[in-house]
């Protein structure tokens, strides 16, 4: 049965990405082999990959991170790391297809954008 959905950002270099999900969310490095790590926090996980190559062909990817306390994470960002806010949505903000999102972006334009769905 599947379990969960892992996505692997790719970095040229592994700090940048650590310094986003580490520094910025507050994820835990919870294995760490050379050039690879695999973040968790909550239940939520990814995989960071130091390959330069990689990361040189590839599209920056946008990530979905769902919460159900967006203002408390907004908050935590907000009040410790404020420069990885995006400058097109920086505060939580009512978006058309009714989920609230702020969004965060890294030095290599990885984007996350925090979301909470309404409570049915």
């Known amino acids: 049965m599947l379990t969960r959905f892992v996505a692997t950002v790719f970095y040229a270099d592994l700090e940048v990405g650590l310094d986003l999900f580490v520094g910025g969310l507050r994820m835990e490095v919870v294995h760490r082999d050379g050039?690879?790590?695999?973040?968790?926090?909550?239940?939520?996980?990814?995989?960071?990959?130091?390959?330069?190559?990689?990361?040189?062909?590839?599209?920056?990817?946008?990530?979905?991170?769902?919460?159900?306390?967006?203002?408390?994470?907004?908050?935590?960002?907000?009040?410790?790391?404020?420069?990885?806010?995006?400058?097109?949505?920086?505060?939580?903000t009512l978006r058309p297809w009714g989920a609230r999102e702020f969004a965060m972006l890294d030095a290599t334009t990885v984007c996350v954008v925090v979301r909470e769905w309404p409570r049915a």
């Open 35 to 92: 050039g690879f790590v695999v973040l968790e926090r909550d239940g939520a996980k990814i995989q960071l990959a130091e390959n330069a190559e990689a990361a040189a062909h590839s599209e920056r990817p946008e990530l979905g991170l769902e919460t159900d306390d967006l203002d408390a994470v907004f908050a935590d960002v907000a009040a410790r790391r404020p420069d990885l806010l995006h400058p097109n949505l920086p505060s939580p």
